[in-house]
């Protein structure tokens, strides 16, 4: 399991650099030493991309940027070039959108082909780790029950999304699917899939847009006071999750799906976690909202009463044996994860520091 190390003679390809989980792959890489080609949509925002520059200055790997687009055929081909390790990270992260199939679906499948296709196009490649989701493994925890063993594993599908409901898990879906049928078509590169619950832990700076510091937001800002919804759900760490994709790509043994969840949770654990350290300072809610009243509320909060029904008081269990077995992954505790994205987020400005 452990007979491998970061090799840094080549250069290495992560899409989506400027992203919250591909912000920390970036910092393992060049702390080991890596040149990182960082695909990134605007290669002159020096605002975005200082964090990433900071890094840079401070480790031994360099960092070169080449701009490219997940809708651009072709345009991830400069940056690939010489690269035998591709890491797919980007990949719309938003649950609330205008048009689902313009916002979600189409660049996340048609950037999934775009950048295997290339992939194959490019002789040095050997490996592609592709950031997919638990999300291509179920949409609802009460899917949970019905999976063997009442735990969510690598071979399930999710077969439940769809444009209309939970379109982000739909997009997720329907981008990995299209990603193991190109993987199967060719054989000089390998895929190796990561399917992390939710993310949370610090971003390793910028303005982060991920979905993941929406909901500790909205849990510090006092959005959540009255209570929060006692919904199942599984967290992972933002640094066990980076590991593991360079585990991913690193450990010559690595192959298929792997589950990246550390807890079997709530959204209502996760705002528990925070109290000890920040309940004197901040209305953080204590209590769970009734299932009926969400229900009654959920047209006027924008979220179907689907969602109520099948995640409410349900409870979320995934088998993450594989990824500790086949990537050494040692999973933070959760309230480690919570009060550091927290405390970053006061840091940041992202939340009032009171
Ligand atoms: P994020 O910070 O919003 O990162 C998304 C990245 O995708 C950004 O770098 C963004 O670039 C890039 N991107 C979006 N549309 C693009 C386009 N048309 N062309 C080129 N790049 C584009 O979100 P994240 O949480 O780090 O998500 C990264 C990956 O992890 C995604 O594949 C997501 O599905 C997956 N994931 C996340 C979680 C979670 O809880 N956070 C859980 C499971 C899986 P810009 O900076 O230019 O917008």
């Known amino acids: 399991m452990n007979d491998w190390s970061i090799a840094t003679k080549d250069p290495v390809l992560v899409t989506g650099a400027t992203g919250y989980v591909a912000g920390w792959i970036v910092k393992y890489l060049l702390e080991a030493g890596v040149t990182v080609h960082a695909a990134v949509r605007d290669a002159h925002n020096k605002d975005k991309l200082r964090h990433l520059d900071d890094l840079a200055a401070s480790s031994p790997g360099t960092i070169k940027y080449f701009e490219a687009d997940l809708l651009k055929p072709g345009s991830y081909g400069a940056a690939m070039q010489g690269c035998r390790i591709v ?168 192959q298929g799906r792997h589950i990246l969840s550390g807890h079997n949770t709530s959204f209502l654990e996760i705002a528990q976690s925070l109290q000890p350290r920040f309940g004197d300072r901040y209305k953080l809610p204590k209590r769970a909202l009734p299932k009926r009243l969400l229900w009654l509320l959920a047209p006027l909060a924008g979220f179907p009463r689907a969602y109520v029904e099948r995640n409410i008081d349900v409870e979320w269990h995934a088998d993450n044996t594989k990824s500790i077995h086949a990537l050494g992954v040692n999973y933070r505790p959760l309230q480690q994860s919570s009060e550091d994205m927290f405390e970053q987020m006061i840091e940041a400005g992202l939340l009032p520091d009171r």
């Open 87 to 254: 890491f797919h990270t980007a990949s719309p992260f938003k649950i609330t959108v205008e048009d689902p199939q313009r916002d979600l679906v189409t660049p996340a499948l048609e950037g999934t082909r775009n950048v295997l296709k290339q992939a194959s196009a490019t002789e040095t490649v050997e490996r592609v780790v592709l950031t997919s989701s638990c999300a291509a493994i179920y949409t609802d925890a009460i899917e949970c029950q019905n999976a063997p063993g009442g735990r969510l594993t690598e071979v399930i599908w999710n077969t439940t999304a769809s444009l209309e409901y939970q379109p982000y898990s739909y997009s997720k879906t329907v981008a990995e699917k299209a990603a193991w049928d190109i993987a199967e078509a060719q054989h000089q590169w390998r895929l190796v899939a990561i399917n992390p619950s939710l993310v949370l832990g610090p971003a390793i700076g910028g303005k982060p847009t991920s979905e993941s510091f929406s909901l500790i937001r909205q849990m510090g800002d006092g959005t959540m006071r009255f209570g929060a919804p006692n919904a199942g759900i599984g967290v992972v760490d933002v640094r066990d999750v980076a590991r593991a994709h360079i585990a991913a790509a690193f450990n010559p043994d690595a």
